[in-house]
């Protein structure tokens, strides 16, 4: 079965990290990554830019309504996702305890429903 994992984390308006420093904050990513590759369970997943950068479209009595972001007034963002293969929930809990967000933000673990 698949299941997403939606990585939520408090947006901070701040300096840009340098080379080094993203290299240090990437490493536990590029190992919970390889992890997730070695067992089998990455479907798929990517971080996602900025909440700013969003745009939302809604369609409301045959009229579409395009609007900037950010739209949630809540605390934190949607900063990524990851889509894995487990043989069940407690499975893709175990990963989503695993991921390095999880220590500073929140995963939400969601079933798909298969679209096939």
């Not at 809604?58 to 990851?82: I, N």
């Not at 990963?95 to 500073?104: T, V």
């Amino acid at each position: 079965m698949q299941y997403m994992l939606l990585i939520h984390f408090e947006e901070t308006p701040g300096e840009v990290p340098g080379p080094e420093a993203a290299k240090q904050m990437g490493a536990p990513y590029a190992a919970y990554n390889e992890a997730l590759i070695k067992a089998g369970a990455l479907v798929s997943g990517e971080r996602l830019q900025p909440s700013a950068t969003g745009t939302i479209v809604r369609v409301r009595d045959g009229k579409t309504q395009v609007l900037d972001g950010p739209f949630a007034a809540t605390k934190e963002q949607l900063g990524g996702y990851y889509v894995i293969e487990a043989p069940d929930l407690d499975a893709a809990l175990n990963w989503a305890a695993r991921c390095p967000s999880a220590s500073n933000g929140t995963i939400e673990v969601r079933p798909i429903w298969p679209t096939r």
